[in-house]
């Protein structure tokens, strides 16, 4: 059985599981030759977005039910989270290794993002919506909050078209590899410091 050290193990070297289905019990490892970035502090906040984020009513949590976020994200027609990687998300985030980051409108879960943590890398590894714009402020406040923490890298694994549009990029694994590296030899603290208010965060977006 796949242990949550051998499993950082597989990060700190490019890899990253990932089930068939819900019910596959098999995990089966990727290393694409492009891999997804999102930029640390600097995503994309479109207009719209923007507005919406100033009309009130949002707020982020760190703190929220990690099981809860992960659940959200598993709860889809197809999903690639299954059993022995919950269990797994679980122990690392039970030592310090993966964090999950809930965004509220008015007080009920709207979306969030989850993701496992090895120096300054966060490994982003799959984000919710339960109401319109609900993931992509997870997304704005998630790459504010590494900013702030001290992160560098912010690994999407793959690109969608909807992470494209809030700013990411493929780069070739080779230069993923060497950024990872570097990213490996220095600390950063995901709860080092509370997350921003929205007031805040609409101060940095650019």
């Given at each position: 059985m796949l242990t949550a050290d051998e499993l950082l193990v597989n990060y700190a070297n490019g890899i990253f599981p990932?089930?068939?289905?819900?019910?596959?019990?098999?995990?089966?490892?990727?290393?694409?030759?492009?891999?997804?970035?999102?930029p640390v502090g600097?995503?994309?906040?479109?207009?719209?977005?923007?507005?919406?984020?100033?009309?009130?009513?949002?707020?982020?949590?760190?703190?929220?039910?990690?099981?809860?976020?992960?659940?959200?994200?598993?709860?889809?027609?197809?999903?690639?989270?299954?059993?022995?990687?919950?269990?797994?998300?679980?122990?690392?985030?039970?030592?310090?290794?993966?964090?999950?980051?809930a965004v509220l409108h008015d007080d009920k879960l709207a979306g969030g993002v989850f993701g496992v943590s090895l120096g300054t890398a966060f490994f982003g590894e799959s984000m919710f919506s339960h109401r319109t714009d609900g993931s992509k402020m997870a997304l704005i406040w998630l790459s504010r909050h590494l900013a702030d923490t001290g992160f560098t890298l912010c690994d999407t694994q793959f690109l969608t078209p909807?992470?494209?549009?809030?700013?990411?990029?493929?780069?070739?694994?080779d230069l993923y590899l060497r950024a990872l590296k570097?990213?490996?030899?220095?600390?950063?603290?995901?709860?080092?410091?509370?997350?921003?208010?929205?007031?805040?965060?609409?101060?940095?977006?650019?």
């Open positions: 990932m089930a068939q289905t819900a019910d596959d019990p098999v995990l089966r490892w990727y290393s694409p030759p492009l891999r997804g970035i999102l600097g995503v994309h906040c479109s207009r719209s977005l923007r507005r919406n984020l100033a009309r009130g009513g949002w707020r982020a949590d760190t703190r929220f039910d990690f099981g809860a976020i992960v659940a959200a994200c598993a709860d889809r027609a197809e999903t690639w989270i299954n059993a022995p990687l919950t269990r797994l998300y679980a122990q690392l985030h039970g030592s310090g290794h993966a964090h999950a980051l909807h992470l494209a549009s809030m700013g990411g990029k493929e780069i070739p694994r570097g990213s490996l030899t220095k600390v950063a603290d995901f709860g080092g410091r509370p997350i921003r208010d929205a007031h805040d965060l609409i101060a940095t977006i650019r």
